[in-house]
Protein backbone atom coordinates (compact mmCIF):
# COMPACT_ATOMS: atom_id res chain seq x y z
CA UNK A 1 0.00 0.00 0.00
CA UNK A 2 1.56 3.26 -0.56
CA UNK A 3 1.38 5.65 2.63
CA UNK A 4 0.36 9.07 2.66
CA UNK A 5 2.24 11.21 5.04
CA UNK A 6 -0.09 13.28 7.74
CA UNK A 7 0.23 17.08 7.12
CA UNK A 8 -0.07 19.77 9.83
CA UNK A 9 -0.71 22.68 6.83
CA UNK A 10 -3.60 24.44 7.84
CA UNK A 11 -5.74 25.15 5.20
CA UNK A 12 -6.11 20.71 5.11
CA UNK A 13 -6.57 20.85 8.86
CA UNK A 14 -9.80 23.53 8.15
CA UNK A 15 -10.89 21.12 5.11
CA UNK A 16 -10.66 18.25 8.10
CA UNK A 17 -12.47 20.00 10.39
CA UNK A 18 -15.12 21.21 8.08
CA UNK A 19 -15.61 17.72 6.21
CA UNK A 20 -15.96 15.92 10.14
CA UNK A 21 -18.92 18.63 10.40
CA UNK A 22 -20.45 17.95 7.49
CA UNK A 23 -19.89 14.33 8.43
CA UNK A 24 -22.20 15.23 11.53
CA UNK A 25 -24.92 17.54 9.20
CA UNK A 26 -25.68 14.55 7.32
CA UNK A 27 -26.07 12.18 10.09
CA UNK A 28 -28.67 14.93 11.51
CA UNK A 29 -30.44 14.56 8.29
CA UNK A 30 -31.84 11.06 9.81
CA UNK A 31 -35.72 11.08 9.73
CA UNK A 32 -35.95 8.41 12.75
CA UNK A 33 -34.74 10.21 15.39
CA UNK A 34 -32.88 13.63 16.76
CA UNK A 35 -29.12 13.76 17.38
CA UNK A 36 -28.53 15.63 20.51
CA UNK A 37 -25.58 17.42 22.00
CA UNK A 38 -24.38 15.77 25.62
CA UNK A 39 -26.59 12.70 24.51
CA UNK A 40 -24.66 10.63 27.02
CA UNK A 41 -24.41 13.52 29.65
CA UNK A 42 -26.73 11.49 32.60
CA UNK A 43 -26.16 7.54 31.12
CA UNK A 44 -22.58 7.80 30.61
CA UNK A 45 -20.93 10.99 31.18
CA UNK A 46 -17.39 9.74 30.75
CA UNK A 47 -18.33 8.06 27.51
CA UNK A 48 -16.28 10.93 25.35
CA UNK A 49 -13.56 11.31 27.33
CA UNK A 50 -13.11 7.27 27.24
CA UNK A 51 -13.52 7.42 23.71
CA UNK A 52 -10.86 9.95 23.07
CA UNK A 53 -8.25 8.23 25.41
CA UNK A 54 -8.44 5.06 23.74
CA UNK A 55 -8.45 6.98 20.64
CA UNK A 56 -4.97 8.90 21.70
CA UNK A 57 -3.66 5.25 22.65
CA UNK A 58 -4.40 4.32 18.98
CA UNK A 59 -2.96 7.14 17.03
CA UNK A 60 0.11 7.09 19.17
CA UNK A 61 1.20 3.45 18.54
CA UNK A 62 0.14 4.25 14.37
CA UNK A 63 -1.61 7.49 13.33
CA UNK A 64 -2.87 5.29 10.44
CA UNK A 65 -5.66 4.38 12.83
CA UNK A 66 -6.89 8.06 13.09
CA UNK A 67 -7.04 8.21 9.20
CA UNK A 68 -9.17 4.50 9.21
CA UNK A 69 -12.33 5.75 11.22
CA UNK A 70 -12.38 9.05 9.55
CA UNK A 71 -13.08 6.89 6.50
CA UNK A 72 -15.02 4.79 8.54
CA UNK A 73 -17.30 7.46 9.51
CA UNK A 74 -17.89 8.52 5.93
CA UNK A 75 -18.53 5.21 4.86
CA UNK A 76 -21.30 4.60 7.88
CA UNK A 77 -22.84 7.85 7.63
CA UNK A 78 -24.84 7.25 4.65
CA UNK A 79 -26.64 5.36 7.12
CA UNK A 80 -24.85 6.34 10.75
CA UNK A 81 -26.24 2.78 11.78
CA UNK A 82 -22.80 1.18 12.76
CA UNK A 83 -23.69 -1.44 10.04
CA UNK A 84 -20.40 -1.38 8.79
CA UNK A 85 -19.01 -2.89 11.43
CA UNK A 86 -21.38 -5.99 11.02
CA UNK A 87 -19.94 -9.66 10.52
CA UNK A 88 -21.65 -11.85 8.43
CA UNK A 89 -24.82 -13.50 10.22
CA UNK A 90 -27.63 -16.28 9.14
CA UNK A 91 -30.05 -13.19 9.33
CA UNK A 92 -27.31 -11.09 7.30
CA UNK A 93 -24.84 -12.88 5.29
CA UNK A 94 -23.19 -10.24 3.08
CA UNK A 95 -23.08 -7.44 4.98
CA UNK A 96 -21.48 -3.99 4.23
CA UNK A 97 -17.88 -5.32 5.68
CA UNK A 98 -17.81 -7.51 2.38
CA UNK A 99 -18.64 -4.82 -0.10
CA UNK A 100 -16.00 -3.85 -2.63
CA UNK A 101 -16.15 -0.43 -1.16
CA UNK A 102 -15.06 -1.65 2.23
CA UNK A 103 -13.39 -5.11 1.33
CA UNK A 104 -10.13 -4.97 2.13
CA UNK A 105 -9.38 -1.70 2.34
CA UNK A 106 -11.82 -0.30 5.57
CA UNK A 107 -9.71 -1.10 8.24
CA UNK A 108 -10.14 0.18 12.10
CA UNK A 109 -12.27 -2.28 13.54
CA UNK A 110 -10.26 -3.52 16.16
CA UNK A 111 -9.71 0.24 17.54
CA UNK A 112 -13.20 0.53 17.55
CA UNK A 113 -13.93 -3.06 19.66
CA UNK A 114 -11.11 -1.68 22.11
CA UNK A 115 -13.17 1.72 22.65
CA UNK A 116 -16.77 -0.30 22.89
CA UNK A 117 -14.74 -2.82 25.58
CA UNK A 118 -13.87 0.12 27.40
CA UNK A 119 -17.42 1.39 27.09
CA UNK A 120 -18.86 -1.38 28.11
CA UNK A 121 -16.55 -1.91 31.31
CA UNK A 122 -17.82 1.80 32.82
CA UNK A 123 -20.87 1.78 31.35
CA UNK A 124 -22.58 -1.26 30.05
CA UNK A 125 -25.14 -1.47 27.00
CA UNK A 126 -25.50 2.12 26.65
CA UNK A 127 -23.23 3.99 23.80
CA UNK A 128 -24.26 3.06 20.73
CA UNK A 129 -21.52 1.87 18.34
CA UNK A 130 -22.44 4.75 15.63
CA UNK A 131 -21.98 7.41 17.92
CA UNK A 132 -18.63 5.62 19.07
CA UNK A 133 -17.37 5.59 15.29
CA UNK A 134 -18.79 9.54 15.32
CA UNK A 135 -16.75 10.61 18.71
CA UNK A 136 -13.92 8.79 17.04
CA UNK A 137 -13.35 10.48 14.01
CA UNK A 138 -14.13 13.63 15.87
CA UNK A 139 -11.17 13.15 17.62
CA UNK A 140 -8.90 11.42 15.57
CA UNK A 141 -9.05 15.23 13.52
CA UNK A 142 -7.92 16.54 17.55
CA UNK A 143 -5.02 14.26 17.35
CA UNK A 144 -4.18 13.84 14.10
CA UNK A 145 -3.49 17.62 14.11
CA UNK A 146 -2.02 17.64 17.16
CA UNK A 147 -4.74 19.66 18.30
CA UNK A 148 -4.42 22.46 15.91
CA UNK A 149 -8.29 20.94 14.95
CA UNK A 150 -9.73 21.87 18.60
CA UNK A 151 -12.46 19.63 20.02
CA UNK A 152 -15.76 20.64 18.63
CA UNK A 153 -18.71 19.26 20.18
CA UNK A 154 -20.95 16.48 18.49
CA UNK A 155 -24.44 15.70 18.53
CA UNK A 156 -25.10 12.00 19.32
CA UNK A 157 -28.03 9.62 19.90
CA UNK A 158 -27.42 7.43 16.75
CA UNK A 159 -28.83 3.77 17.18
CA UNK A 160 -27.13 0.59 15.83
CA UNK A 161 -28.64 -1.32 12.85
CA UNK A 162 -29.34 -5.25 13.00
CA UNK A 163 -28.80 -5.84 9.30
CA UNK A 164 -26.42 -4.75 6.77
CA UNK A 165 -25.96 -5.52 2.99
CA UNK A 166 -23.10 -5.00 0.88
CA UNK A 167 -25.41 -3.79 -1.54
CA UNK A 168 -25.90 -0.52 0.05
CA UNK A 169 -22.44 0.40 -0.20
CA UNK A 170 -22.38 0.17 -3.83
CA UNK A 171 -25.11 2.42 -4.16
CA UNK A 172 -23.84 5.71 -2.49
CA UNK A 173 -20.03 4.66 -2.06
CA UNK A 174 -18.58 5.56 -5.94
CA UNK A 175 -15.41 4.04 -7.06
CA UNK A 176 -12.06 5.74 -7.41
CA UNK A 177 -12.40 5.37 -11.29
CA UNK A 178 -15.15 7.88 -10.86
CA UNK A 179 -15.45 10.81 -13.06
CA UNK A 180 -16.45 14.53 -11.24
CA UNK A 181 -19.57 14.19 -12.87
CA UNK A 182 -20.56 10.71 -10.95
CA UNK A 183 -18.76 12.46 -7.85
CA UNK A 184 -21.18 15.36 -8.00
CA UNK A 185 -23.97 13.04 -9.30
CA UNK A 186 -23.14 11.00 -5.61
CA UNK A 187 -23.24 13.53 -3.68
CA UNK A 188 -25.73 15.18 -4.91
CA UNK A 189 -27.70 12.32 -4.23
CA UNK A 190 -27.16 12.91 -0.49
CA UNK A 191 -27.73 16.61 -0.54
CA UNK A 192 -24.34 17.35 -1.12
CA UNK A 193 -23.02 20.06 -3.15
CA UNK A 194 -20.01 19.98 -5.51
CA UNK A 195 -17.92 22.47 -2.60
CA UNK A 196 -18.93 20.04 0.05
CA UNK A 197 -17.30 17.42 -2.27
CA UNK A 198 -14.14 19.13 -2.73
CA UNK A 199 -13.87 20.05 0.95
CA UNK A 200 -14.30 16.51 1.99
CA UNK A 201 -12.16 15.07 -0.69
CA UNK A 202 -9.94 16.78 1.80
CA UNK A 203 -9.96 14.21 4.19
CA UNK A 204 -7.37 12.34 1.31
CA UNK A 205 -4.67 14.25 3.20
CA UNK A 206 -4.36 11.75 5.74
CA UNK A 207 -4.35 8.08 5.67
CA UNK A 208 -3.20 5.74 3.28
CA UNK A 209 -4.22 3.60 -0.34
CA UNK A 210 -4.14 0.57 -1.85
CA UNK A 211 -2.07 1.12 -5.12
CA UNK A 212 -4.82 -0.52 -6.93
CA UNK A 213 -7.47 2.07 -6.44
CA UNK A 214 -5.62 4.56 -8.20
CA UNK A 215 -2.37 3.07 -10.51
CA UNK A 216 -4.00 1.92 -13.50
CA UNK A 217 -6.36 4.80 -14.09
CA UNK A 218 -3.96 7.81 -12.74
CA UNK A 219 -0.34 7.02 -12.07
CA UNK A 220 0.19 4.71 -14.99
CA UNK A 221 -1.30 6.99 -17.72
CA UNK A 222 -0.20 10.61 -18.44
CA UNK A 223 -1.67 12.67 -15.61
CA UNK A 224 -0.81 15.95 -14.07
CA UNK A 225 -0.34 15.00 -10.95
CA UNK A 226 3.27 16.62 -9.69
CA UNK A 227 6.12 14.70 -10.36
CA UNK A 228 7.16 14.65 -6.82
CA UNK A 229 4.11 12.67 -5.20
CA UNK A 230 4.21 10.68 -8.63
CA UNK A 231 7.46 9.58 -8.42
CA UNK A 232 7.16 9.08 -4.80
CA UNK A 233 3.99 6.34 -5.20
CA UNK A 234 5.75 5.20 -8.67
CA UNK A 235 8.51 4.04 -6.32
CA UNK A 236 5.86 2.26 -3.83
CA UNK A 237 3.50 1.06 -6.19
CA UNK A 238 4.03 -1.72 -9.14
CA UNK A 239 2.68 -0.49 -12.43
CA UNK A 240 -0.01 -3.63 -12.35
CA UNK A 241 -0.53 -4.23 -8.73
CA UNK A 242 -1.63 -8.24 -7.98
CA UNK A 243 -3.49 -9.22 -4.92
CA UNK A 244 0.06 -10.39 -3.43
CA UNK A 245 1.93 -7.10 -3.81
CA UNK A 246 -1.00 -4.49 -3.13
CA UNK A 247 0.20 -4.23 0.06
CA UNK A 248 -0.56 -6.02 3.22
CA UNK A 249 2.01 -7.27 6.46
CA UNK A 250 5.08 -5.14 6.73
CA UNK A 251 3.85 -1.87 5.13
CA UNK A 252 1.93 0.51 8.05
CA UNK A 253 1.72 4.38 8.32
CA UNK A 254 3.39 3.98 11.26
CA UNK A 255 6.82 3.40 9.61
C1 LIG B 1 -15.52 11.52 -3.03
C2 LIG B 1 -15.56 10.23 -3.08
C3 LIG B 1 -14.49 9.39 -2.47
C4 LIG B 1 -13.80 8.42 -3.12
C5 LIG B 1 -13.99 7.96 -4.55
C6 LIG B 1 -12.86 7.89 -2.17
C7 LIG B 1 -11.98 6.87 -2.42
C8 LIG B 1 -11.02 6.42 -1.56
C9 LIG B 1 -10.09 5.36 -1.85
C10 LIG B 1 -10.03 4.57 -3.15
C11 LIG B 1 -9.29 5.22 -0.78
C12 LIG B 1 -8.14 4.22 -0.62
C13 LIG B 1 -8.68 2.90 -0.12
C14 LIG B 1 -7.60 1.81 -0.20
O1 LIG B 1 -7.32 1.40 -1.32
O2 LIG B 1 -7.06 1.39 0.83
C15 LIG B 1 -9.71 6.19 0.21
C16 LIG B 1 -9.10 6.35 1.44
C17 LIG B 1 -9.53 7.24 2.39
N1 LIG B 1 -10.66 8.03 2.31
FE1 LIG B 1 -11.82 8.31 0.69
N2 LIG B 1 -13.00 8.55 -0.98
C18 LIG B 1 -13.99 9.48 -1.12
C19 LIG B 1 -14.45 10.33 -0.14
C20 LIG B 1 -13.98 10.37 1.15
C21 LIG B 1 -14.55 11.18 2.21
C22 LIG B 1 -15.80 12.05 2.05
C23 LIG B 1 -13.80 10.97 3.32
C24 LIG B 1 -13.95 11.52 4.72
C25 LIG B 1 -14.93 12.26 5.13
C26 LIG B 1 -12.75 10.05 2.96
C27 LIG B 1 -11.74 9.65 3.81
C28 LIG B 1 -10.73 8.77 3.45
C29 LIG B 1 -9.59 8.47 4.31
C30 LIG B 1 -9.27 9.11 5.67
C31 LIG B 1 -8.85 7.50 3.64
C32 LIG B 1 -7.59 6.81 4.16
C33 LIG B 1 -8.05 5.56 4.91
C34 LIG B 1 -6.94 4.71 5.54
O3 LIG B 1 -5.82 5.17 5.66
O4 LIG B 1 -7.26 3.58 5.91
N3 LIG B 1 -12.91 9.68 1.65
N4 LIG B 1 -10.77 6.90 -0.29
Sequence with gaps: MATAATSSNMPVLAALTTLLLLAVSSCHASPYYPLELGYYRYK???????????????????????????RMLFHDCFGCDASVLLDPTPFSP??????????????????????????????????????????AARDASFFLSAGKVGHFDMPAGRRDGTFSNASE???????????????????????????????LSGAHTVGRSHCSSFVSDRLDVPSDI???PAGFLKRR???????????????????
Design 44 to 70: SPQAESIVKAVMEKAIGENPGNGAAVI
Design 94 to 135: TPEKLSPPNNPSLRGFEVIDAIKHALEAACPGIVSCADIIAF
Design 169 to 199: PLKFLVPPTSNLTTLVASFAAKGMSPEDLVV
Design 226 to 228: NAG
Design 237 to 255: CPAKPTKEDDGGAGCCDAE
